[in-house]
T-cell receptor, first 116, second 111 residues
Framework: DTGVSQDPRHKITKRGQNVTFRCDPI?????LYWYRQTLGQGPEFLTY????????KSRLLSDRFSAERPKGSFSTLEIQRTEQGDSAMYLC??????????????FGDGTRLSIL | SQKIEQNSEALNIQEGKTATLTCNYT??????LQWYRQDPGRGPVFLLL?????KEKRKERLKVTFDTTLKQSLFHITASQPADSATYLC??????????FGTGTRLTVIP
């Protein structure tokens, strides 16, 4: 399977702990996105990379959140000092830029984070 | 601020009928619109993309329309099947290549 993969699928942690999630995009895709989704809502954009450059960050991405894509391949999303409100599904997506206005995004199945 | 509304949280229809889902948006003029399907515990799966200069797009039993005057997109599934039961998400370009999603409509096709 050459889709987007995310690890871990589930993460349970205590409030105040740090967590890190990993995303492996489709190999030929140069764009990588992170979204957050809570129950009953659609995904909300957090940040995106083109190759290794982080080009946009949502205001939802507080100082406790950091994302990296060091070699333009996989990406990590870290949340420091987790809070109850961080409980959500964290989705990663990738796409390939072309000359045509925007291409579909391909999503992984997410990491479900539960804060105790 | 930008707002997307999908017609209802949940829609139940009989197998074989056509399901019609609505996506309305305000304070926005997107260059394109996308529809995704999401099953419980899974990530969204891309279905169709329609650009502002296209009125209609079809893919097998799926049809999408895009009316930039009404600021509305309609998503149709013809000859619906129980396997079509899922949440369907409408998404607009959020600027700089990210997507701005609606809250989704949960479709249930009753056998």
């Amino acid at each position: 399977d050459t889709g987007v993969s995310q690890d871990p699928r589930h993460k349970i942690t205590k409030r105040g702990q740090n967590v890190t999630f990993r995303c492996d995009p489709i190999s030929e895709h140069n764009r990588l996105y992170w979204y957050r989704q809570t129950l009953g809502q659609g995904p909300e954009f957090l940040t995106y990379f083109q190759n290794e450059a982080q080009l946009e960050k949502s205001r939802l991405l507080s100082d406790r959140f950091s994302a990296e894509r060091p070699k333009g391949s996989f990406s990590t999303l870290e949340i420091q000092r987790t809070e109850q409100g961080d409980s959500a599904m964290y989705l990663c997506a990738s796409s390939q830029t072309t000359g045509v206005a925007n291409q579909p995004q391909h999503f992984g199945d997410g990491t479900r984070l539960s804060i105790l | 601020s930008q707002k997307i509304e999908q017609n209802s949280e949940a829609l139940n229809i009989q197998e074989g009928k056509t399901a019609t889902l609505t996506c309305n948006y305000t304070n926005y003029s997107p260059a394109y619109l996308q529809w995704y399907r999401q099953d419980p515990g899974r990530g969204p799966v891309f279905l169709l993309l329609i650009r502002e200069n296209e009125k209609e797009k079809r893919k097998e039993r799926l049809k999408v329309t895009f009316d930039t005057t009404l600021k509305q997109s309609l998503f149709h599934i013809t000859a619906s099947q129980p396997a079509d039961s899922a949440t369907y998400l409408c998404a607009l370009e959020g600027g700089a290549n990210n997507l701005f999603f609606g809250t989704g409509t949960r479709l249930t096709v009753i056998p």
